[in-house]
């Protein structure tokens, strides 16, 4: 499979809001509700934000959501704060389950 | 509390094997798997594999089948990854985590072990 493709990069104010596209094949998507969003600060272990589409694991704040339609998935961070600053990938899984595939990665810049 | 804690760093010589271990805690092992990942320099997440404790199943993403294997320990609670027939592009942090069977979610992750392929 090849990757799914998302943003290299979006910005955003203290403050605001920023949505962060991952878009992917009917194979990657189609029937699949566990796509999952990851924030990874470089060198360090990765952190599930969104899992199954919308679910958030206990201790991620309320500030991040998600969404999916049709062959896109969202993650929408809401009230950004510098901390947020970092990488986010998406992934999804394909081939009847068998396999993973993740999206290139998103740069987020808070200005 | 669950806990996902892998071997330390490695340099090895191209043609060379790498083998990294993955060791969990703080839950029951059999009730979940493990899935294996990497960054490249630069890099994003590359999917390489896992392995379903709850029916045994091991699948390699296309890229790794052939040159990857993947074993567990279940005395031990750990996982292993071997990276056989190593090139220099094959530096990159290696990664291990959790998947929840019934939500397929990867909910902890390992520190990273960094394995460096240099002549």
């Known amino acids: 499979q090849s990757a799914l493709t998302q943003p290299r990069s979006v910005s955003g104010s203290p403050g605001q809001s920023v949505t962060i596209s991952c878009t992917g094949s009917?194979?990657?998507?189609?029937?699949?509700?566990?796509v999952s969003w990851f924030q990874h600060h470089p060198g360090k272990a990765p952190k599930l934000m969104i899992y199954?589409?919308?679910r958030r694991p206990s201790g991620v704040p309320d500030r991040f959501s998600g969404s999916k339609a049709g062959n896109t998935a969202s993650l929408t961070i809401s009230g950004l704060q510098a901390e947020d600053e970092t990488d986010y990938y998406c992934?999804?899984?394909?081939?009847?389950?068998?396999?993973?595939?993740f999206g290139g990665g998103t740069k987020l810049t808070v200005l | 509390q669950v806990q996902v804690v892998q071997s330390g760093a490695e340099v090895k010589k191209p043609g060379a094997s790498v083998k990294v271990s993955c060791k969990a805690s703080?839950?029951?092992?059999?009730?979940?798997?493990i899935t294996w990942a990497r960054q490249a320099p630069g890099q994003g997440l590359e999917w390489m594999g896992w392995?379903?404790?709850?029916?045994?199943?091991?699948n390699y993403g296309k890229k790794f089948q052939g040159r990857t294997t993947m074993t567990t320990d279940k005395a031990t609670s750990t996982t292993y990854l071997e990276l056989r027939s190593l090139r220099f592009d094959d530096t990159a942090i290696y990664f291990c985590?959790?998947?929840?069977?019934?939500?397929?979610?990867?909910?902890?992750w390992g520190q990273g072990t960094q394995v460096t392929v240099s002549s």
């Open positions: 009917s194979s990657d998507f189609d029937g699949y509700n566990y």
């Open positions: 199954n589409v919308t």
């Open positions: 392995i379903s404790f709850y029916n045994d199943n091991i």
């Open positions: 992934c999804s899984y394909a081939d009847n389950y068998t396999s993973v595939v």
């Open positions: 703080g839950y029951i092992f059999t009730s979940y798997g």
């Open positions: 985590a959790r998947i929840a069977v019934n939500t397929l979610a990867i909910d902890s």
